[in-house]
C-alpha cells in the first residue's frame, strides 16, 4: 500500500466535501434539514482543515496541496472578514472619514424569558451604555424592573412585555415614534417598528424576533425553515418599501449562512461583517437556570456554537464598530452591540 496515496486520497476526499457543501448551499440553500443544520454550523466543517493540511505535508503530492489550496478558499469564504489580523481592520476602518456625530449605538439581545436576574441583566445594559437597546423575550417582570433600574437612562421606551417567550421591547434615549404595520408569520415576537431622529435625518428602527427551528422533529424543521424565510421576506418587503434608512435588528434564528440570513443581507449590510472581529458566536450559553436543572435540556450543549443575532443597516449607515456587549451570565444569548454612522 501506498500510503501517500492514502494520505492524498483523504485531503481529496475532505475538499471535495467542502465543495460539495459549498454547490449545495449555492443551489439549494437550506432545501433539507440536514443542509440547514450543515449552513447553521458551517464553521465547523473547517474543523479538519489543519489537519489535511499535515496530510499534505506527509503526502508531499501535488494534488493533495491542491485539494489542500481549494479547501483554504472555501474556508475563507465561511469565515469572512472577520478573521482577518484586528490591525488590518482596523487599518481599514479609519481609511473612512471621522463621522460629523457621534456614532449612533444600537444593541441587541435576547434576554431570555425564564431569567429572573434583572438587577444583572440592567447592569449588563449600563456597562455596554448603548444609544437603543431592542430586546427580545421581555416579560412583563422583567420590563417592570429594568424601566425601574434604568429608566432615567432611557426615557422613551415601546414595549410589549408578554409572560412568554414572545415579549419585546425597545428602551431608547432618543424619542420614539411607533410605525404601524401589519407584518403577519408565526413570530416568537411580533415585530416592533418605531421610527427615531439621528444626527439631523429620520430612520427607521425594526426589532424582529423570527420563529426558531428546534432539532427535534425532521418534520417540523422543515415547516419552521419555510416559515422563518416567509417571515424574513415579509420584513424585507416592509424595508423595500420604507423612504427612510433602516435599521433591523434582533434574534433572527437564523445563523450566517443560512437561507434566512442571505435574504436580508441581500436588501442590508451586517454590521458585525463591517466592523466585528472574530466569529461573534452568540448563541447558545449554558444559563445557571439550566445548569441548576438535572432535567435540563441544554446541560449537554457547549456554549456559544453560532452567531444568530444580529445588527442589520441600510447603505446609507456604516459601522463603526461592532463587538458583543457585555452578558449577564443569565441568559442563553450574548448581546451584540454596533455603533453605526451616517455614510
Same mark, same amino acid.
Given at each position: ?30 432545501? #433539507?434539514?440536514?443542509?440547514? !443544520?450543515?449552513?447553521?454550523? @458551517?464553521? +465547523?466543517? =473547517?474543523? %479538519?482543515?489543519?489537519?489535511? /493540511? $499535515? &496530510? ?8 493533495? #496541496?491542491?485539494?489542500?489550496? !481549494?479547501?483554504?478558499?472555501? @474556508?475563507? +469564504?465561511? =469565515?469572512? %472578514?472577520?478573521?482577518?489580523? /484586528? $490591525? &488590518? ?22 434576554? =431570555? ?81 418605531a421610527r427615531l431622529r439621528y444626527a439631523g ?143
Amino acid at each position: 500500500m501506498n500510503w501517500n496515496d492514502v494520505l492524498t486520497g483523504l485531503v481529496v476526499v475532505y475538499a471535495a466535501g467542502l465543495v460539495v457543501w459549498a454547490l449545495c448551499r449555492h443551489y439549494w440553500p437550506d432545501r #433539507w434539514w440536514w443542509l440547514f !443544520l450543515l449552513n447553521s454550523f @458551517a464553521v +465547523y466543517l =473547517l474543523v %479538519p482543515l489543519p489537519l489535511a /493540511l $499535515g &496530510l499534505a505535508v506527509l503526502s508531499g503530492q501535488m494534488v493533495a #496541496w491542491l485539494a489542500c489550496g !481549494l479547501a483554504i478558499l472555501i @474556508a475563507a +469564504y465561511v =469565515l469572512g %472578514p472577520n478573521v482577518w489580523p /484586528l $490591525g &488590518l481592520r482596523r487599518l481599514g476602518r479609519e481609511a473612512k472619514a471621522s463621522p460629523a456625530a457621534a456614532p449612533l449605538r444600537v444593541l441587541t439581545w435576547n434576554v =431570555l424569558n425564564k431569567n429572573t436576574k434583572h438587577h444583572a441583566t440592567a447592569a449588563a445594559l449600563q456597562q455596554a451604555d448603548a444609544d437603543i437597546v431592542c430586546l427580545q423575550e421581555l416579560t412583563c417582570a422583567a420590563a417592570n424592573d429594568l424601566c425601574a433600574l434604568l429608566g432615567e437612562h432611557y426615557p422613551y421606551r415601546l414595549l410589549a412585555a408578554q409572560p412568554d417567550d414572545s415579549g419585546m421591547g425597545i428602551f431608547s434615549r432618543y424619542p420614539l415614534q411607533p410605525v404601524p404595520h401589519d407584518m403577519q408569520g408565526v413570530w416568537i415576537g411580533p415585530p416592533q417598528v418605531a421610527r427615531l431622529r439621528y444626527a439631523g435625518r429620520d430612520l427607521t428602527l425594526i426589532n424582529a424576533h423570527p420563529i426558531s427551528t428546534p432539532p427535534t422533529n425532521l418534520l417540523h424543521m422543515h415547516v419552521t425553515m419555510k416559515q422563518r424565510a416567509d417571515e424574513v421576506r415579509t420584513l424585507i418587503a416592509f424595508v423595500a418599501a420604507q423612504t427612510t434608512p433602516i435599521i433591523m435588528v434582533g434574534d433572527f434564528n437564523a445563523a450566517a449562512h443560512s437561507h434566512a440570513y442571505d435574504l436580508v443581507r441581500a436588501e442590508l449590510r451586517d454590521a458585525w461583517v463591517e466592523a466585528g472581529v472574530g466569529l461573534g458566536h452568540t448563541f447558545p450559553g449554558k444559563h445557571p437556570i439550566d445548569n441548576g436543572d438535572p432535567n435540563g435540556g441544554e446541560r449537554w450543549i457547549p456554549k456559544w456554537l453560532t452567531r444568530i443575532d444580529f445588527v442589520f443597516h441600510s447603505a446609507h449607515l456604516r459601522t463603526h464598530a461592532a463587538r458583543l456587549a457585555p452578558w449577564d451570565n443569565c441568559s442563553d444569548h450574548r448581546p451584540v452591540l454596533a455603533q453605526l454612522v451616517w455614510e
